[in-house]
């Protein structure tokens, strides 16, 4: 494999939209989120905020946990058309390495080169996936905390039939620890080689230099790009129907809806508790320019 790649952001940040554009290259495999780390790693994210702090929980890792794991692996096996077959596995960190196998397999039959996974909450687990593979390489997809907040408010309203499990209904103070943790974590890893930092704007409103970017960092070349492929693999519209928008690959002017969503004070609670977007995007562009 030339790249194993991980795209990670907080829910409603472009994650799929730019998924979307990073898969219509046709050397690069793209698969459904797996959410395989959360239910891999030891410890998992809960829906509790503990003095600004998102906090964690352990995992089982009995016999059952690794018959589910095991299970998982095997429709990823369906949905990505690989041909290796899953044990069962004695040890449930086993499942690690098999997990890597399927996306290597998979991508090798197809002839790619470069395979890229996207599911938002395996931010949480960077450490766990740095060890598991040492050489792969993350992209970072960083949005407004506000705009984050209110799409998510909005989505958990418009699609509240199918959101009852979801990120998006867990309250505004546990989404803003979400963002600011998140966002703790996209800077962690500034200056190191094998991690990229976009930003939403600059995929809107700069979208072939930030393309031009990314191919590189992930080894693909740009000028394959192609917009008409078929992506309906990399998303189940019937579950997940908010996504559809993405799926067309259409740069659409982003909608700044927390004045109209949200009344004067929660604006002013959001201001006072969410991290300085100016202030974060001042220190990933310096640190670039550094680098330069």
């Not at 016999?63 to 095991?70: C, M, N, P, Q, V």
């Not at 690690?96 to 002839?111: K, M, N, P, V």
Request: with cysteine.
């Amino acid at each position: 494999m030339n790249s194993r790649v991980f795209l990670l952001g907080a829910p409603r940040s472009g994650t799929t939209f730019l998924y979307a554009l990073l898969a219509s290259q046709p050397n690069v495999l793209s698969m459904p989120e797996t959410g395989f780390f959360e239910r891999w790693a030891p410890r998992r994210l809960q829906h509790v905020v503990l003095d600004g702090q998102l906090s964690m929980v352990a995992c089982p890792t009995g016999r059952t946990a690794r018959r589910d794991l095991g299970a998982s692996l095997q429709e990823l096996a369906k949905k990505i058309c690989s041909t290796e077959r899953v044990k069962g596995r004695l040890f449930f960190r086993s499942y690690g390495r098999d997990y890597i196998r399927l996306l290597d397999s998979a991508a090798a039959a197809q002839r790619k080169t470069v395979w890229i996974e996207k599911t938002p909450n395996h931010l949480f687990y960077l450490d766990k996936i740095e060890q598991l593979v040492p050489n792969a390489k993350f992209i970072h997809l960083i949005r407004k905390g506000e705009d984050v907040v209110a799409s998510c408010v909005r989505a958990s309203i418009g699609y509240a039939q199918l959101l009852d499990k979801w990120t998006f209904c867990q309250g505004i103070p546990w989404l803003t620890a979400y963002w600011n943790t998140a966002t703790d974590i996209h800077l962690s890893t500034l200056g190191r080689q094998n991690h990229m930092i976009v930003f939403y704007e600059d995929v809107v409103h700069d979208i072939s230099n930030t393309l031009s970017r990314l191919f590189e960092f992930i080894g693909c070349d740009v000028s394959r790009w192609d917009c008409t492929m078929k992506l309906d693999h990399i998303v189940n519209l019937v579950e997940e129907p908010w996504k559809a928008a993405a799926l067309t690959r259409h740069v659409a002017t982003p909608q700044h809806v927390t004045d109209t969503l949200f009344g004067k004070d929660i604006v002013s609670w959001l201001t006072k508790h969410l991290r300085s977007y100016e202030r974060i995007r001042a220190t990933v562009l310096s640190t670039r320019a550094a680098r330069n």
